[in-house]
């Protein structure tokens, strides 16, 4: 269990398994996890309890360096598929986020007009108008949904304050397909507990709730890097095949990701 934290507001560009050529917005504090999951498998590690809400970049710095980066990059001759909101927690808790992701916007279409804008959420802050109307506007609204069933959520994901899996599934269904979820799958033992969302159980209930969602896209994969907690254990490409032609069996696409 080695796990790491992003010292930078703008970091990469790196190579994603899902999403390319990637550059990095982490609009949480640098070396320090802001987050209201404590999810068991984040290559962050688990989220201090005194966190807090604070030290987050002002959303001017945030303009000046995206675009002292993306035009060093133009000029190099550099290729990019996506710039993206992840890094040290939740992006959307940042208290600009809506304005942060307008000034990307139009960053991009200036300087990188075919990369995507793609914010990585755990969809904690949906119910937030201001938050919902942004996610809209992303390219890729790529949304957290690691299990159906509430009980191996709060095992797998451990949600800060009044976490309602129904009430959070009823705002996803109300992007009206303008969203990707994204779903990592894995096996193990946590705090005594066996857990394991490839079951047949969790699986049936998460394509229930992905029907009811519609989608445009899900994206699955399991455990690639270091994890917050020991005892997880991977699952194997051709499981994930399995569970992802059910999917597509329902009418929606798929992503599996190695």
């Known amino acids: ?16 398994r899902r999403l390319g050529e990637s550059l990095g917005i982490n609009l949480l504090p640098v070396k320090r996890k802001v987050c209201n999951f404590s999810c068991i498998y984040c290559e962050c590690g688990l989220t201090p309890v005194e966190s ?32 993206t909101f992840a890094g040290n927690g939740e992006p959307t808790l940042h208290p600009e986020f809506p304005v942060i992701l307008e000034d990307t916007l139009k960053i991009r279409d200036r300087i990188f007009p ?34 159906a069933i509430e009980e191996t959520l709060f095992q797998i994901n451990c949600p800060a304050g009044n976490y309602n ?26 705090m005594g507990k066996r857990l394991d969302n490839t079951s047949e159980e969790e699986v049936s209930a998460w394509l229930s709730v992905l029907k009811q969602i519609r989608p445009e896209s899900v994206m699955m994969y ?12 991977r699952v194997s490409h051709e499981e994930l095949n399995a569970i992802a032609g059910r999917v ?9 990701t190695p």
């Not at 455990?223 to 254990?233: F, S």
């Open 1 to 16: 269990m080695s796990t790491f934290l992003f010292d930078s507001i703008i970091f990469g560009p790196v190579w994603s």
């Open 52 to 83: 807090g809400i604070s030290g987050f970049p002002p959303a001017g710095r945030v303009k000046v360096l995206l675009t002292i980066k993306l035009e060093e990059m133009k000029r190099k001759g550099e290729y990019l598929d996506s710039i």
């Open 248 to 256: 597509e069996k329902s009418g929606i696409a798929v992503q599996v």
């Open 222 to 233: 399991s455990l690639a890097r270091d994890t917050a907690v020991d005892g997880l254990e």
């Open 114 to 147: 075919l990369a995507s804008v793609t914010v990585l959420s755990n969809a904690t802050r949906i119910g937030d108008k201001s938050i919902f109307n942004a996610l809209l506007k992303a390219d890729l609204n790529i949304l957290k949904l690691d299990s």
């Open 165 to 190: 899996l129904r009430e959070t599934i009823e705002l996803l269904s109300s992007f009206n397909g303008k969203l990707i979820i994204q779903t990592l799958f894995f096996r193990g033992s946590y």
